[in-house]
C-alpha cells in the first residue's frame, strides 16, 4: 500500500438531517451497510465479545420473530442449531464455534432482510439510527466546518451545514452562538431517541408538511456523512483527500442548492413521503426493496448511490445535483518527475517524466511519490511547498520560467477519441473547448495548436492563450489527457522503467494489435525500441518508411498514452577542465602582474578536506554505529584491536585523492567571477565561437545546469536544431550531458 | 512542535464525568482551564474550546460507549475512551467517565491510540473491581444510598504479599493525569503506579507501515551491523540467514545457503527491511543494464552525495590490501575466519566486500576482473610472507566519479561498459559503485524481459493455448517415455561411460549443484573470456550447461555429454529429460506472467545463459528492456 495507489476506503454515505423533530438519519447507501458492524479495534477483544454476545443476539432474535411471521422458520432453525450445538458440549469445540459463526450468518441475514423489509428499524452499522443522527448532527458550533468523528477505525466525515440563525442558508461568518436553540434540539434528539420509533417521527415531519409549506425552519441542519474505514497508516491522508476533493465541494454545491431552491428540505421530505408510501403497500405486494424503491425516484438518492459507486471505484464522479451536473473526483496519481523505489507500488499505467514537476506546481494534478509514505501532508501536496525536493530548494523561481509558461510548450495526449471525449464531458460540438480537442495533436506544443485556432478561425476565433492553458489543465485534470512534451521523429523514446510489463502486458498486448494491426506487435514493437546498440536511438530509426511515419507516430502515442514509453532528454552542464583554469590563471598573473593564487589554492584546499574527511570516515565507521549494543567484552575486544591499529599506524598506506581535475559548473546562470572568467576562457580562446553561436551560447547558459532539457528548449527559446547542433559541437569537449527522462 | 521522538505533544488532557446532578464535566485538567465551558468563556477567558458544545461526545450515549472514540472541535483533536459501567450501586444506576487527550487536529495521533484505549479499559476494570474512581468524590455524589457503605469499606483491604502497601496509592486523577501529561510530552513514556498491582505504563511507540511484499530476486543490504545485536533470544531463522545477508546474494539464495525455509526467511528480511536495517537491490551480474535517472544532478548538488560516493566505493581490492595488511599483521587467525565474525576495524565496515571477493560462490568478479582480484591474491600471499612496502589507495575524484556513472545508459550491459572504462574504474569497486547508485536514486535497473512470440499471438488472436510451448512440452513429455524404456536396456553402457567421465569434473559438479550463481560466473566468464580460459574438453562445457543436478543424476552426467552431440532434446537421459521437462513447464508459467530475467533465473535457479537456451527451444522471443 501506497499512498500512490488510490485507496478511497469509503464504507458508506450517511444523510442525517436536523429538523424540530430531532436529527435523523434520512438515507443511507449502500444498503448492506445495516448488515455491517462496527469494527473493534482489538481482535481478542471482538472473539471475547462474540461469545458474550451471543445470547443478545437470540433475544434480540425472539422479539424480531414476534414481530415478523415470516422469519420464524428462521430463527427456530438458529435456535435449534445453538441448542445443538449446546449439547454438543464441550469437547465438539471447533463444531460449535462453526455453528456458532453460522449463527450469526444466520442472524445476519435475517437482519439484512429484515433491514430492507422496513429500514425505520434496520440498524446502521450495528447501531440503532437514532443514535448515529444524533451523533452526526453536531450542535451548531461544531457545524459550517470540517467534522470528524472516528469511532474505533471508522472515520465519519463530514461538512454538516446548519442554517444561519436568521434562517438563511447563506454562509456567513461564524457568529456567536447560541445555547437556547443548542439545547432545544438535543433535547428534542433525546426525546426522540429510543421510545419513540423512527417511523414516528417521519410521520410527524409529514403531517406538519401542508401547515408549513416551504418552510425553512423546519430543516435546521443536514449533514452527508462518508464513512470511511481507511488503514491506520492512511487515515490522516485518506480523510484528507475524501475531504478536500469531494466533501468541501460537494457540500457547497449543496449549501447552494439549499440556500436558492430549498432543495435538500424538499428531497427530505419526498424521500420520507416514499418511505410512508412503502410501507403503506402490503409486503406481498411489492417485489422490491425500499432503496431501488426510493432509488427509482429520488435525485438525491441517485446521487448519492452514483457518488459511492465511483468514489469506490476511483472513478469520476458525474454528479445530478438538482438537475446540474458536477464532478469529483480524487485525483489519481498517474504522473511521476522521479522513478519510484523499488518497493513502492503505482498505478500501472503511469507515466514517467521530468515535466511533470511543471503540472504539479499548478495544483490540478497529482504527482506520484517515491516513497510509500511521504512525511508531507496532502496540504502541502496541493499548495506546492513540498513538491520539489528540499535539496533542489536552493534556487530561486526566477531561474526558471514560470510553470504556465512552461506549459504551454508542451503538447497534449488525448487518453481517448476526440468525439468521445466531447460527448463525455458533454460539450457542445461548436464550443470552443470541443473545437479545441479536435485541433490536438500530440506532435504539436499548445502553443501551436493555438496558433493553428488563430488562423483557422481568424478573428471569430473567441479563445485566448489563457484559455487555451486553462483547458489543457482541465483535460488534464479531469483524466481525459495527458500533457507530454509534442512527440518527435527525432526524439528518443526508451521504455518506461514503469511500464507495465506484467500487470497490464496481457491486455495491452491485445489492444495494441486491435488498434494497430499493420505494425509488428506490441513486443516486437517494444524490442525495437530497446535495442541493443550502445545508445538508444531516435525514434526515426525504427520507422521503417516514410509511409509508415504517421502510424509510428500514433502508435508511439499509445505506448506513451499507457505509460510503456517515454522520452529522453538530454541535459548539460559546462565541465571545467584544469587546463582552462591554468590558463586563466596565467592570464590573471599576467593582468594583475603578480601571483595570485586564488583558484588553484582553493580546489587544492578542497581535496585536502576531503582526505582528511575520509580518514575521519573510516576511523569513526569501525568503532561507533552500534557498539553500544555489542556485549562488554567485544567492546574490550575492539578496543584491544583499535589499540593495536593504531601502534601499527604507519604500517597503514595512504589515502590519496586522485586530483579534481575538473570542475563541473552547477549553476552556470549565477557563475562568480572566477567561473565566468573560466566561461570566457572557453568559449572565446578554447572554441572560438563565431559570434552568432556566441548569441546562441550566452541564450542557453543559464540552462547548462543540468536541470533544464534541450529539447524543451528547442522549441522555448527558438533555437534551430541545426545551431545547437554547430554550438554543442564546437563546445563538445566543454560539456558534459546526461540523457534521462 | 516535535518532541525527539517525533510524537506530537499533547496539548491538554482532562478527566470527566458524568455527574448525577450537573450532566458531564470536566474534573480535572492538564493544564488548569485549558478547557473551558460558556462562564469561562464569557469572561473572556483563552480556552481551547467550549466544553459544553462537544459533551456530548466526550460522554457519549452508552452504545457508543467503550471504544475509543476521536473527534474533531476547532482546530483541536480530542482523543478518548469514554466508559460506561452500569450497576445498581450507582445513583443513576451507571457511571461514565473518559479520559481525553486534546492534540492539535492535524497532528498524528496514531501512537497515542492504542495507549488511550488501554488506559481507558484499565480504568474500567479498576472501577468495576474497587470503585476507584466513583468514589473519589467527596461528596460520594455517584452512588445510590445504600451502597455507601461498600465504597467506604473497600479502601482499607490489603493486598496479600503486599501488607505495608496500602492498596490505594493514587491520591487524585489531578496528579495523575499530570504526571502523564508531563512524562509522555518529556519521554515519550510514563509509569505511574496507582496500587500494589497496577499502574499506568505507557510507552509510545511509532506506528510504521506494514512491511512490503518481498521477491525473490532481490537483494538485501544491511545498513546496520547485525550481527552485533544478535543474542539468545534472536529469532533462529534470523541468526541463520544473517552470515550470508552480504549485499550479493538474493533472498532465494539465503534461504538456500542458510538451509532456512524459504518463506520464513522472506519473512525474516521483510522484518528487516520493516525496521529499516536493510535496503533493497537487485542481483548484481555483469550483464545487467543500468541508466540514469532524473536524480543524477543530486550527485552534483546534494550536499555529501560525493563524498559519501567516494568513501563507499573506493576499490575493495585496495582495501582488502590494507585489510589483510592489518589482519596478518595482528590476528592472523582472523583472516581465515569467516568474515562476519571478525569485527576488527574495517574489517568489519568492508566485511561485505571481502566475503564477496573470497567467496568462491559469488558472482563473477573473479573471473571478469582478473586485474583487480589478482592484487588481492598477490597481496595476501605477500602479507602472509611478511612485510611490505607502504600502500597507496586512491580514491577517485568526483568529477571521475560523474562521469562514470552518466556513462551507463539504456542498451549497454555493464560488461561493455567495463570494458571501455576499465582504466578509470582501476579504484573503484563495480558493485558498490553501482549499488551506490541505485540506492540514491541516481541510476536505476533496466530490466530485461523475455516475451514469447506464441504467447504475444495467442494474445492477439484471443486464443487460450501457447501452442508451441505445449507441442513442445508434449514432445519432450512423449521423448521421456520412450527414453525410460531405452534406459532399461542400456544400464551397462552407462556404467562404462562413468568410466569414460572425467573425475574432477564430476567432483566439481558435485559440489557446485544447485548453485545458480555458480553458473553465473562460469557462463559470465565464458562470455568473456570465450574458450581463452578453458581450452579442457567439450565434455566440462556441457557440465557448465547445466547447474541442477541431483545425486542419481550425476552418473549420467558424462554420458549425456557424449551423446549430446546429437540434436538437442531428442536424446537426453531420463533424469534431464524430467527436469527439463519441469523447468520448461516452470518457465512457460513464468513467461506467462511476463517476468524478467532476474525472475526467472532466481525461480529456476539457473543462470541466463541457461535459461535463454531453454527459451530459444520454445521459440522465438523478443527482449524488453524497460
Known amino acids: 500500500m501506497s499512498y500512490n495507489l488510490p485507496n478511497p476506503s469509503l464504507v458508506g454515505l450517511l444523510l442525517a438531517v436536523s429538523t424540530h423533530n430531532g436529527p435523523q438519519i434520512v438515507y443511507h447507501y449502500p444498503p448492506e451497510l445495516g448488515n455491517q458492524k462496527l469494527l473493534l479495534l482489538n481482535p481478542d477483544e471482538e472473539a471475547a465479545n462474540d461469545d458474550d454476545f451471543d445470547d443478545e443476539d437470540y433475544v434480540e432474535d425472539d422479539s424480531k420473530s414476534m414481530s415478523s411471521e415470516t422469519s420464524a422458520t428462521n430463527d427456530v432453525g438458529a435456535k435449534f442449531l445453538d441448542k445443538s450445538s449446546d449439547l454438543a458440549g464441550v469437547d465438539a469445540d471447533a463444531g460449535s464455534t462453526k455453528l456458532k459463526k453460522l449463527n450469526s450468518a444466520t442472524t445476519e441475514d435475517f437482519k439484512s432482510r429484515k433491514e430492507t423489509d422496513s429500514s425505520t428499524k434496520g440498524q446502521i452499522l450495528g447501531f440503532e439510527p437514532e443514535i448515529l443522527a444524533e451523533m452526526l448532527s453536531p450542535p451548531r458550533e461544531m457545524c459550517n466546518c470540517r467534522f470528524d468523528i472516528m469511532l474505533e477505525s471508522m472515520v465519519f466525515l463530514g461538512l454538516p451545514i446548519h442554517a444561519q440563525p436568521d434562517g438563511s442558508w447563506r454562509p456567513q461568518k461564524a457568529r456567536s452562538f447560541r445555547t437556547a436553540a443548542r439545547s432545544e434540539s438535543v433535547g428534542h434528539g433525546v426525546s426522540a431517541g429510543g421510545s419513540v420509533g423512527h417511523r414516528g417521527s417521519v410521520d410527524d415531519t409529514i403531517d406538519e408538511e401542508p401547515s408549513e409549506p416551504k418552510s425553512q425552519s423546519a430543516l435546521s441542519m443536514f449533514n452527508l456523512v462518508f464513512v470511511m474505514n481507511p488503514p491506520k497508516i492512511e487515515r490522516s491522508y485518506r480523510t484528507d483527500e475524501m475531504f478536500y476533493y469531494v466533501i468541501l465541494k460537494l457540500m457547497f454545491i449543496l449549501r447552494y442548492e439549499q440556500h436558492k431552491r430549498n432543495y435538500m428540505w424538499e428531497q427530505v421530505k419526498l424521500i420520507s413521503h416514499l418511505k410512508e408510501e412503502f410501507a403503506a403497500t402490503p409486503p406481498e405486494d411489492r417485489d422490491y426493496s425500499l432503496s431501488s424503491y426510493l432509488l427509482s425516484g429520488l435525485l438525491l438518492c441517485k446521487m448519492m448511490n452514483h457518488c459511492f459507486a465511483s468514489l469506490v471505484a476511483s472513478r469520476v464522479a458525474h454528479l445530478n445535483i438538482n438537475n446540474k451536473l458536477h464532478s469529483f473526483q480524487i485525483p489519481l496519481k498517474m504522473e511521476f518527475h522521479s522513478l519510484p523505489e523499488v518497493s513502492t507500488p503505482y498505478v500501472p499505467g503511469s507515466y514517467l517524466s521530468s515535466t511533470a514537476s511543471f503540472l504539479g506546481e499548478t495544483g490540478l494534478v497529482a504527482i506520484g511519490e517515491t516513497v510509500r509514505y511521504s512525511g508531507s501532508s496532502l496540504i502541502d501536496q496541493v499548495l506546492g511547498t513540498d513538491i520539489a525536493d528540499e535539496q533542489e530548494d536552493d534556487l530561486d523561481e526566477d531561474e526558471y520560467l514560470t510553470s504556465s509558461d512552461e506549459l504551454l510548450h508542451l503538447g497534449l495526449l488525448l487518453w481517448d477519441d476526440p468525439e468521445t471525449i466531447i460527448k463525455e464531458i458533454k460539450a457542445k460540438s461548436s464550443s470552443p473547448i470541443a473545437t479545441f480537442i479536435r485541433m490536438i495533436r500530440p506532435t504539436e506544443s499548445l502553443l501551436k495548436v493555438y496558433s493553428r485556432l488563430e488562423e483557422n478561425y481568424e478573428g471569430r476565433n473567441d479563445l485566448n492563450i489563457s484559455s487555451v492553458r486553462e483547458f489543457a489543465l482541465h483535460l488534464v485534470h479531469w483524466r481525459k489527457a495527458r500533457m507530454i512534451p509534442p512527440l518527435n521523429t527525432r526524439g528518443i523514446y526508451i521504455i518506461s522503467p514503469m511500464a507495465p510489463i506484467g500487470s497490464r502486458f496481457k491486455r495491452d498486448i491485445a489492444k495494441f494489435n486491435l488498434h494497430f494491426p499493420t505494425i509488428p506487435s506490441l513486443p516486437l514493437f517494444l524490442k525495437s525500441l530497446s535495442t541493443r546498440s550502445k545508445k538508444p536511438r531516435q525514434f526515426a530509426t525504427i520507422i521503417p518508411s516514410k509511409d509508415h511515419k504517421d502510424i509510428y507516430l500514433l502508435a508511439l502515442a499509445w505506448l506513451v498514452r499507457y505509460g510503456y514509453a517515454t522520452q529522453l532528454h538530454t541535459y548539460i552542464w559546462l565541465k571545467v577542465s584544469r587546463k582552462i583554469k591554468m590558463k586563466v590563471e596565467e592570464e590573471l598573473e599576467m593582468e594583475l602582474g603578480k601571483v595570485l593564487k586564488r583558484g588553484s589554492k582553493s580546489y587544492q584546499n578542497n581535496s585536502e578536506a576531503s582526505v582528511t574527511e575520509n580518514k575521519i570516515q573510516t576511523a569513526v565507521d569501525n568503532s561507533s554505529k552500534q557498539a553500544g549494543a555489542a556485549s562488554a567484552e567485544t567492546i574490550e575486544d575492539e578496543i584491544d584491536k583499535l589499540q593495536r591499529r593504531l601502534e601499527n599506524a604507519q604500517n597503514a598506506p595512504d589515502i590519496v585523492m586522485e586530483d579534481d581535475s575538473d570542475t563541473i559548473l552547477v549553476d552556470p546562470g549565477r557563475a562568480s567571477n572566477m567561473e565566468r572568467r573560466w566561461i570566457n576562457q572557453i568559449i572565446h580562446k578554447e572554441c572560438e565561437l563565431s559570434p552568432e553561436l556566441t548569441a546562441v551560447f550566452y541564450k542557453l547558459l543559464k540552462y547548462m545546469n543540468g536541470r533544464n532539457s534541450l529539447e524543451l528548449l528547442l522549441l522555448k527559446e527558438n533555437i534551430t536544431r541545426a545551431e545547437l547542433r554547430k554550438l554543442l559541437l564546437s563546445i563538445e569537449s566543454h560539456v558534459i550531458s546526461v540523457r534521462h527522462w | ?626
Open chain 2, 1 to 626: 512542535m516535535k518532541t525527539n521522538d517525533g510524537f506530537v505533544p499533547i496539548t491538554a488532557i482532562f478527566y470527566a464525568v458524568f455527574h448525577p446532578i450537573q450532566g458531564t464535566k470536566i474534573v480535572h485538567q492538564v493544564p488548569e482551564d485549558a478547557i473551558g465551558g460558556l462562564t469561562e468563556i464569557e469572561q473572556d477567558k483563552d480556552v481551547l474550546f467550549n466544553f459544553d458544545t462537544v459533551k456530548n461526545y466526550i460522554i457519549p450515549k452508552p452504545h457508543l460507549c467503550n471504544r475509543l472514540v476521536s473527534f474533531k472541535i476547532k482546530e483541536h483533536k480530542v482523543v478518548g475512551f469514554p466508559v460506561n459501567i452500569e450497576g445498581s450501586r450507582y445513583a443513576r444506576n451507571s457511571f461514565n467517565f473518559n479520559f481525553g487527550f486534546v492534540f492539535p487536529y492535524s497532528a498524528n495521533t496514531m501512537p497515542y491510540e492504542a495507549a488511550i484505549a488501554r488506559m481507558g479499559k484499565m480504568f474500567q476494570a479498576l472501577e468495576e473491581q474497587s470503585n476507584l474512581l466513583s468514589r473519589l468524590d467527596k461528596e460520594q455524589i455517584f452512588f445510590s444510598g445504600e451502597h455507601e457503605n461498600l465504597a467506604l469499606g473497600s479502601a482499607i483491604e490489603y493486598t496479600p504479599g503486599h501488607e505495608r502497601i496500602q492498596k490505594i496509592l493514587m491520591l487524585s486523577i489531578e496528579s495523575l493525569i499530570h504526571q502523564v501529561y508531563q512524562d509522555l510530552n518529556n519521554y515519550s513514556e510514563c509509569c505511574i503506579p496507582i496500587d500494589s498491582a497496577t499502574s499506568v505504563d505507557i510507552k509510545l511507540f511509532p506506528v510504521l507501515p506494514p512491511p512490503v511484499d518481498l521477491h525473490a530476486y532481490q537483494v538485501p543490504v544491511l545498513t546496520v551491523k547485525l550481527h552485533l545485536f544478535v543474542d539468545v533470544a534472536c529469532d533462529p531463522t534470523m541468526i541463520r540467514i544473517l552470515p550470508y545477508i552480504n549485499g550479493v546474494n538474493s533472498v532465494r539464495r539465503i534461504s538456500e545457503l542458510a538451509d532456512a525455509d524459504y518463506s520464513l526467511t522472506k519473512q525474516c528480511i521483510q522484518h528487516l527491511m520493516h525496521y529499516q536495517c536493510i535496503i533493497l537491490v537487485d542481483i548484481f551480474q555483469f550483464s545487467n543494464i543500468y541508466a540514469p535517472t532524473n536524480r543524477i544532478g543530486e550527485f552534483l548538488r546534494a550536499k555529501g552525495m560525493a563524498e559519501d560516493c567516494q568513501a563507499y566505493v573506493v576499490s575493495a581490492n585496495s582495501l582488502a590490501d590494507f585489510n589483510s595488511l592489518l589482519l596478518s599483521s595482528l590476528t592472523p587467525q582472523s583472516a581465515a575466519t569467516p568474515v562476519h565474525d571478525a569485527p576488527s576495524g574495517l574489517a568489519a565496515l568492508h566485511s561485505r566486500d571481502n566475503l564477496y571477493k573470497s567467496n568462491p560462490i559469488s558472482n563473477s568478479t573473479s573471473a571478469q576482473t582478473p586485474a583487480s582480484s589478482s592484487p588481492y591474491l598477490r597481496s595476501a600471499i605477500g602479507s602472509a610472507g611478511g612485510g611490505r612496502g607502504r600502500l597507496e589507495i586512491k580514491i577517485p575524484s568526483k568529477a571521475s566519479l560523474f562521469f562514470l556513472f552518466r556513462l551507463l545508459s539504456q542498451g549497454q550491459t555493464l560488461k561493455e561498459w567495463y570494458i571501455q572504462h576499465q582504466k578509470q574504474l582501476q579504484n573503484i569497486d563495480i558493485r558498490r559503485f553501482i549499488n551506490f547508485g541505485v540506492i540514491r536514486g541516481i541510476i536505476y535497473r533496466v530490466h530485461t524481459y523475455p516475451i514469447l512470440e506464441s504467447t504475444t499471438r495467442s494474445l492477439e488472436n484471443h486464443e487460450p493455448a501457447k501452442n508451441d510451448v505445449n507441442r513442445l512440452i508434449a514432445h519432450l513429455e512423449r521423448g521421456l517415455r520412450r527414453s525410460k524404456d531405452q534406459s532399461e536396456n542400456s544400464g551397462a553402457i552407462k556404467t562404462i561411460l562413468i568410466d569414460n567421465g572425467d573425475g574432477t569434473g564430476v567432483k566439481e559438479k558435485r559440489t557446485v549443484s544447485f548453485n545458480y550463481h555458480v553458473g553465473t560466473s562460469r557462463r559470465a566468464s565464458d562470455l568473456i573470456s570465450e574458450s581463452s580460459l578453458r581450452t579442457e574438453n567439450v565434455d566440462l562445457d556441457v557440465f557448465e550447461s547445466e547447474s541442477d543436478e541431483s545425486d542419481t543424476g550425476e552418473h549420467f552426467n558424462t554420458g549425456r555429454g557424449i551423446v549430446l552431440s546429437g540434436p538437442k532434446g531428442e536424446k537426453l537421459t531420463e533424469s534431464e529429460q524430467l527436469e527439463d521437462l519441469e523447468d520448461l513447464r516452470k518457465l512457460a508459467e513464468l513467461l506467462k506472467n511476463f517476468q524478467h530475467f532476474d525472475s526467472i533465473c532466481t525461480e529456476l535457479q539457473k543462470p541466463r545463459g541457461d535459461v535463454e537456451r531453454l527459451l530459444d527451444r520454445m521459440g522465438e522471443y523478443s527482449i524488453i528492456n524497460a
